[in-house]
Antibody, heavy 119, light 107 residues
């Protein structure tokens, strides 16, 4: 059974850093395309970042240069390092696995971890 | 980046009604369009992928169509459990983007 469990969220001051983790089970993170998607309170879904099985990484413009997606294959875990955090980064952050192959849709989501950026 | 625009932002319809949600892409995305349903307090779930393919386990009253820049999600006969927010997402670009969502309420 596929499971995605996010952790690492919390209250952080503007300008601070936080690292989110997504521990996966039931599949191998390194063999799949993995996304971070966020949702600000009461707002819609916003795609944040993706890492492909081949290692390529991409970021949405609002987080480019501040956030870094990575994975630890030995721990089967996905990370999101978030630096220079802003109030507008406040959101529930979901880890999400795309289906394998060439269909490119998200088939599994975690439950999310809440990041609150506030002074 | 590819911008996705949904309409309407919200709608209210009666059980049994046919409901259509539209999603427009700012450039040609061929058929790389997915639809997700999100209920309060839950993570989203995929309904339709690649414009018109129904995800396993999703009721057949949901269907999708379109190509290029214009897409639709149709619920053929609305049920109370369909009350949710629906999002389109393009997967043509490596920079994935979602529409702003359409809230569907049952009268």
């Amino acid at each position: 059974e596929v499971q995605l469990v996010e952790s690492g969220g919390g209250l952080i001051q503007p300008g601070g850093s936080l690292r989110l983790s997504c521990t996966a089970s039931g599949f191998t993170v390194s063999s799949n395309s993995m996304n971070w998607v966020r949702q600000a309170p009461g707002k819609g879904l916003e795609w944040v970042s993706i890492t492909y099985s081949g290692g390529s990484t991409y970021y949405a413009d609002p987080v480019k240069g501040r956030f870094t997606i990575s994975r630890d294959n030995s721990r089967n875990t996905l990370y999101l390092q978030m630096n220079s955090l802003r109030v507008e980064d406040t959101a529930l952050y979901y880890c999400a696995k795309e289906v394998r192959g060439n269909l490119y849709y998200i088939e599994y989501w975690g439950q999310g971890t809440l990041v609150t950026v506030s002074s | 980046d590819i911008e996705m625009t949904q309409s309407p932002s919200s709608l209210s319809a009666s059980a049994g009604d046919r409901v259509t949600i539209t999603c427009r892409a700012s450039q040609n995305i061929f058929t790389h369009l997915n639809w997700y349903q999100q209920k309060p307090g839950e993570a989203p779930n995929v309904l339709i992928y690649s414009t018109s393919s129904l995800q396993r386990g999703v009721p057949s009253r949901f269907s999708g169509s379109g190509s290029g820049t214009d897409f639709t999600l149709t619920i053929s006969s609305l049920r109370p459990e369909d009350s949710a927010i629906y999002y389109c997402q393009q997967s043509y670009s490596v920079l994935r983007t979602f529409g702003q969502g359409t809230k569907v309420e049952i009268k």
